[in-house]
């Protein structure tokens, strides 16, 4: 007999922003205990060392998870120059120092021109990518290095918002896979010192930004805990987003009455004027979002991903 699972059901989306020395997955058991749901996931892993932006995705949503992973990211993150270490930020053992050139604003915004656009980034060895079923990041620690695959990474805005004698912080906004130590690990050897990251922190993923005024905003785990003292689980529940929220990119298609019912029952229909590439929303009528569809070879529009009525 399978175990009833405990907690309630409860669907859509809660944008944390994690803490530093916060594992993902502790975050995301303590926002799940928080609202006591019955089951929650996140959109993507934040380790320790950074903050930011994490979704927590409770029931139905948590089955959107893989389209959020391959959203765009945005980053701030600041370097220190003259220094590299094993693991790119100041978790790791120094391997070097080296003194920092003269820098000024021009010199800086030449050498990121080097990065911005469609380039090939190496990814480190303290990453989560596995190899031959183990995690980079634990052969890192065995002292292991193995050859790593070049993956192509669109870095779609670098921004430089400060420079010091010995520091810059930029504003990255990449596409999926990006790793951000390994870029400023880049810049530095551009630079001809190195660098080092010093602060990490994801401030928007896919169309959520941290710093939104527009009701979808971030939420701190002090701030969660505020509300839940003030009015309880009914406060919390005001504060979760549609699944579909997450979507937006994606275009919306408004069913007919008539196809509703067929569509839910995962049967395709003509819809008219639906795209002819891609995924896209399916609304009924009414507004009610019924999930994502996609249009077959034959013209017809299939349902790709359903959600329960919510």
């Known amino acids: 007999m399978a175990r009833k699972r405990r907690g309630r059901e409860i669907n859509g989306i809660v944008l944390f922003d994690k803490s530093l020395g916060l594992s993902s997955n502790r ?17 993507g892993s934040l380790d320790p060392a950074a903050s930011g932006l994490l979704p927590v995705c409770f029931g139905q949503a948590t089955r959107i998870s893989g389209l959020l992973l391959d959203a765009d990211k945005t980053y701030r993150v600041t370097g220190r120059l ?6 790119g930020d100041l978790e790791g053992e120094v391997i070097e120092t080296r003194e ?12 990121l021109a080097r990065f911005r656009g469609r380039v090939e980034q190496v990814p ?9 079923g183990k995690r980079l990041y634990e052969l890192a620690r065995e002292g292991k290095t193995v050859e790593r695959k070049a993956r192509t990474i669109d870095f779609h805005e670098i921004t430089l918002e400060g420079l010091s004698e010995t ?14 130590r390994t870029l400023v690990e880049d810049v530095g050897e551009a630079i001809g010192c190195g660098a080092v990251v010093t602060e990490l922190r994801r401030v928007g993923l896919g169309p959520w930004s941290i710093d939104a005024d527009d009701g979808q905003r971030a939420y701190t ?18 504060v979760i987003l549609p699944i579909d929220s997450a979507l937006g990119a994606y275009p919306a298609v408004v069913l007919d009455a008539t ?16 795209p002819q590439t891609g995924w896209f929303r399916l609304y009924a009528p009414d507004d009610l979002f019924l999930g994502m569809g996609e249009v077959l070879d034959d013209g017809r529009t299939a349902p790709r991903r359903l959600f329960a009525a919510l």
């Open 124 to 132: 480190p060895m303290y990453s989560a990518l596995k190899h031959e």
């Open 167 to 180: 520091e810059f912080t930029l504003r990255v906004h990449s596409s999926k896979g990006a790793y951000i």
């Open 259 to 274: 196809s509703v019912t067929p569509i839910r029952h995962g049967h395709p229909v003509f819809v008219p004027n639906a």
């Open 100 to 111: 920092v050139p003269p820098l000024d604003v021009e010199t800086m915004e030449t050498v």
């Open 82 to 87: 003259g220094t590299r270490t094993d693991s």
């Open 27 to 43: 975050a995301l058991q303590r926002v799940r205990r928080l609202f006591n749901a019955a089951k929650a996931g996140h959109t």
């Open 221 to 238: 785990f002090e701030d969660l805990e505020a509300l839940s003292e003030e009015g309880g689980l009914e406060a919390l529940d005001r």
